[in-house]
């Protein structure tokens, strides 16, 4: 699509996939491990209840994003859509887990259209420089500290 961002960010962890994929998968996690205030399921997917069809609600308040798991292939790929709550159109983010050694590379690409589409950029930075690479590393934070 024209005006469609793209990126990808990267991040190593001396954690297990498996261990990753615990934190990554289970939405009410979030808040242990990263700046999400709150999280919950409105929905259960299958297999119950971080799978495929999983309506995963974050935020408290008035403030809310709401995501659909579109992808669950445990403990390796993971993929979702935002239905709902951020200034985006057409998020989809696919989170890839890789053995490296004994440890695990973090790819998690997002593809997306900004509103208005002149702030493309702006989003594209504000997620990947910031959101999206703060929750690699935290992810990749957490799941060693659960292996130590």
Same mark, same amino acid.
């Given at each position: #699509?024209?005006?469609?961002?793209s990126f990808l960010v990267v991040a190593n962890t001396t954690a297990s996939p498996e =261990?990753?994929? /615990?934190?990554?998968?289970? *939405?009410?996690?979030?808040?242990?491990? +990263? =700046?999400?205030? $709150? $999280?919950?399921?409105?929905? /259960?997917?299958?297999?119950?209840?971080?799978?495929? &069809? $999983?309506?995963?609600?974050?935020?408290? &308040?008035?403030?809310? +994003? !709401? /995501?659909?798991?579109? %992808? !669950?292939d445990p403990p390796r790929h993971f993929a979702y859509q935002l239905l709902s709550g951020?200034?985006?159109?057409?998020?989809? *983010?696919?989170?890839? %887990? #890789?053995?490296?050694?004994?440890?695990? =590379?973090? /790819?998690? *690409?997002?593809? !997306?259209?900004?509103?208005?589409? !002149? %702030?493309?950029?702006?989003?594209?930075?504000?997620? *990947?420089?910031? %959101?999206?690479?703060?929750? $690699?590393? +935290?992810l990749s934070r957490a799941a060693e500290a659960l292996e130590s």
């Amino acid at each position: #699509m024209v005006g469609s961002k793209s990126f990808l960010v990267v991040a190593n962890t001396t954690a297990s996939p498996e =261990r990753v994929w /615990e934190l990554l998968a289970d *939405a009410t996690s979030w808040p242990s491990w +990263s =700046r999400v205030p $709150a $999280a919950r399921y409105k929905r /259960e997917g299958e297999p119950a209840p971080h799978g495929v &069809g $999983a309506i995963r609600d974050f935020g408290t &308040g008035p403030i809310h +994003s !709401f /995501e659909e798991v579109i %992808l !669950f292939d445990p403990p390796r790929h993971f993929a979702y859509q935002l239905l709902s709550g951020l200034p985006i159109d057409g998020y989809c *983010a696919d989170v890839q %887990l #890789m053995p490296v050694g004994s440890g695990t =590379r973090i /790819e998690w *690409a997002g593809t !997306f259209d900004a509103r208005p589409r !002149f %702030l493309g950029s702006f989003w594209k930075f504000v997620f *990947a420089r910031i %959101l999206i690479r703060g929750f $690699a590393k +935290s992810l990749s934070r957490a799941a060693e500290a659960l292996e130590s």
